[in-house]
């Protein structure tokens, strides 16, 4: 079973500063299997970022992904004040057929 | 627009039962597998099931293993999670969640959760 850890736990930037978040797994995991999410307070979670490094749908050219083999970042190029936020990176399987989100980054306000 | 709307939760005491369901609109349910995700108060997201656009193939996570039954009507446009022998540790808000497509098992589309409280 594939172990996500994502560092910092928490991460305190200003609007404007550059946010680099991580994502690393316990085994080499395929790069079209990991994705990364946002979530809001009192919010359900939106799909960021695909294949490791594709955006979804409607989401700002200043989120991107990156990594390969056990080591995954999420960058946000400029800060925006909605970007505040918690990120999970996940992962999904086949054999055994899962999926496994990492623990969270929170991104507060500086 | 996919509209995915879940309900059912409630307070319901250590070693009992509750059924949580979700309505889906706005896409063809029946050619998509769906999931249930949790979120327990405070905590990260954990996937608790997934079951394919026909039923044939159906997961659990090993939390909920032997426990939760997760089910469709695609008559219905819905899905079920039948929850028996609720622990303390399934509190949680339970989201239903449609992949990005028919090929891709990304959760684009996620409801607004419905809350599940056990405790005595």
């Known amino acids: 079973e594939i172990v996500l850890t994502q560092s910092p736990g928490s991460l305190s930037l200003s609007p404007g500063e550059r946010a680099a978040l991580s994502c690393r797994a316990s085994q080499d995991v395929s790069n079209g299997y990991l994705a990364w999410y946002q979530q809001k307070p009192g919010q359900a979670p939106r799909l960021l970022i695909y294949g490791a490094s594709t955006r979804a749908t409607g989401i700002p050219d200043r989120f991107s992904g990156s990594g390969s083999g056990t080591d995954f970042t999420l960058t946000i190029s400029r800060l925006e004040p909605e970007d505040f936020a918690v990120y999970y990176c996940r992962h999904h399987g086949s054999s055994p057929y899962m999926y496994t989100f990492g623990q969270g980054t929170k991104l507060e306000i500086k | 627009e996919v509209q995915l709307v879940e309900s059912g939760g409630g307070l319901v005491k250590p070693g009992g039962s509750l059924t949580v369901s979700c309505a889906a609109s706005g896409f063809t349910f029946s050619t998509y597998s769906m999931n249930w995700v949790r979120q327990a108060p405070g905590k990260g997201l954990e996937w608790v099931s997934s079951i394919s656009s026909d039923s044939t193939y159906i997961y659990y996570a090993d939390s909920v293993k032997g426990r939760f039954t997760v089910s469709r009507d695609n008559a219905k446009n819905s899905l079920y999670l039948q929850m028996n022998s609720l622990r303390a540790e399934d509190t949680a808000v339970y989201y239903c969640?449609?992949?990005?497509?028919?090929?891709?098992?990304?959760?684009?589309?996620w409801g607004q959760g419905t809350p599940v409280t056990v405790s005595s």
């Open positions: 969640a449609r992949h990005m497509s028919t090929v891709t098992r990304e959760f684009q589309h």
